[in-house]
């Protein structure tokens, strides 16, 4: 069905706002981008300003794609592409900062934490959850299509995210509620378990569903074996138990498909 004249101009009407204030962000962005490339020390807390900024955007883009399907019927693809975007360049900018590993001691990011050592464990998982709630407002946009495969990849580099602004060191120290930021390691720590799960359940269900692609299932392995560093760091017997458990029984799968592969190509030869 057609989209009216009337239609058309209602939600023309109701966008404006955001337009406008997509607008303003826009040249918020710009502004930090350029004085960031003009300080190098101060880069990181420019590139988190800037993240909060992607964000905000993402949202107001999520409310407009709303409005339009409200309004007008129609799905607004390219604004929850643009969304997309959105929310992963600024997963990029920052894993930039505080790392890609993921597979590392967890200890050893000591020194990439100090580049950022003005953004407390507070505003840390303050971040995080902007970038949770973001990303499910994002997904119930996205819906159905193809792009909802595009989310273990947006997981993963939250959960790489998480990992590496997480001081271990720190939560290792903070023995009791009395300790700096006890409940906000706490909760950053539940924060980066949980998000891991749900990166490799939407592995899983991509693997199964759509991709049939060994490297979903690699990339649960490495979750895996993250969590299972975390648990044996934090002491906690019996998550080390449930972990090996999804570990063994991934890596045989993993390990009868490579077999299969083999198999197949020396019957080709």
């Not at 993921?102 to 995080?128: F, S, W, Y």
């Not at 993963?156 to 060191?169: E, H, S």
Request: charged share 30%.
């Amino acid at each position: 069905m057609a989209v009216s004249k009337e239609q058309k101009a209602l939600y023309n009407d109701k966008v404006r706002p955001y337009k406008d204030a997509l607008e303003e962000l826009k040249k918020e962005s710009s502004t930090l981008k350029a004085a960031a490339r003009k300080n190098a020390d101060m880069e990181p807390y420019f590139m988190f300003r800037n993240a909060i900024i992607a964000l905000k955007s993402c949202n107001l883009m999520v409310q407009m794609s709303t409005l339009s399907h409200e309004i007008q019927n129609l799905k607004n693809d390219k604004l929850v592409g643009d969304a997309r975007k959105e929310v992963a360049n600024a997963l990029n900018e920052l894993v930039k900062i505080v790392g890609d590993q993921i597979d590392e001691g967890l200890t050893e990011n000591q020194d990439r934490l100090e580049k950022i050592e003005g953004i407390n464990p507070a505003r840390r998982l303050k971040l995080l959850l902007a970038f949770r709630e973001t990303m499910q407002n994002l997904k119930i946009a996205v819906g159905t299509g193809k792009w909802r495969w595009y989310f273990p990849e947006l997981h993963m580099k939250l959960t790489i995210l998480a990992r590496n602004l997480m001081d271990f060191k720190q939560y290792g120290a903070a023995k009791d509620s009395n300790a700096p930021y006890y409940r906000e390691l706490q909760e950053h720590m539940q924060f980066l378990t949980e998000e891991a799960q749900t990166a490799a359940q939407d592995f899983r269900s991509k693997y199964e569903l759509a991709s049939q692609d060994l490297a979903d299932l690699q990339s649960i392995q490495k979750l895996f074996e993250m969590l299972k560093r975390i648990f044996v760091f934090t002491g906690n017997k019996t998550e080390q138990q449930k972990i090996q458990i999804s570990l063994d029984s991934n890596k045989e799968r993993i390990e009868a498909i490579i077999a299969e592969q083999k198999g197949g190509k020396k019957k080709k030869k």
